[in-house]
């Protein structure tokens, strides 16, 4: 029989609330951006990869590496978007067979709109649990987790 090490288990245990944290806020915000702007909050981190990158563009490939997605759920998550206006497909002026996504102008503006929603439901999960030194360190610590990740838009 393999016995787990404190570490082991405390790694485990910590990565099981990480993910849990991030279910809950995840189904905090979506019902509030559906009802409220019209996104997913997968779209909401779409057309922030998007309003960050150069020429606010990426190819449909790059941004599935961002997502953690496959590019064809790119793809089906791209084509509502862009009924919608808020994003277009750009085909490259050098070959017509790459393509960008490009977020909008009323992209953009939905996306400022989903920020104010996002800091608020962020306000909501620490307002009363955490004191500025906690929040500090604990920013300190998620982003050892993310940084060097093609995903981070901090």
């Not at 099981?16 to 995840?26: C, K, M, N, T, Y």
């Not at 449909?60 to 790119?74: F, I, N, Q, W």
């Not at 206006?85 to 992209?107: L, P, Q």
Request: proline share 1%; net charge positive; no cysteine.
């Amino acid at each position: 029989m393999i016995y787990k090490t404190a570490m082991d288990n405390l790694s485990s245990i910590n990565a099981l609330r990480l993910l849990q944290s991030a279910d809950e806020f995840r189904a905090r915000l979506s019902g509030e951006f559906s009802a409220v702007h019209g996104i997913s909050v997968n779209e909401f981190f779409l057309l922030m990869h998007l309003d960050q990158a150069t020429n606010n563009r990426f190819p449909r490939v790059e941004l599935a590496k961002r997502m953690h997605v496959s590019a064809s759920t790119v793809t089906r998550m791209v084509a509502p978007m862009e009924k919608i206006g808020v994003v277009i497909r750009e085909v490259d002026a050098r070959d017509a067979r790459f393509a960008f996504v490009a977020i909008t102008k009323a992209g953009r503006t939905k996306l400022s709109e989903a920020q104010t929603t996002f800091s608020k439901q962020a306000g909501y999960v620490f307002q009363d649990r955490w004191e500025t030194d906690e929040l500090e360190q604990l920013s300190a610590l998620l982003y050892r987790l993310i940084v060097g990740s093609s995903a981070n838009l901090t």
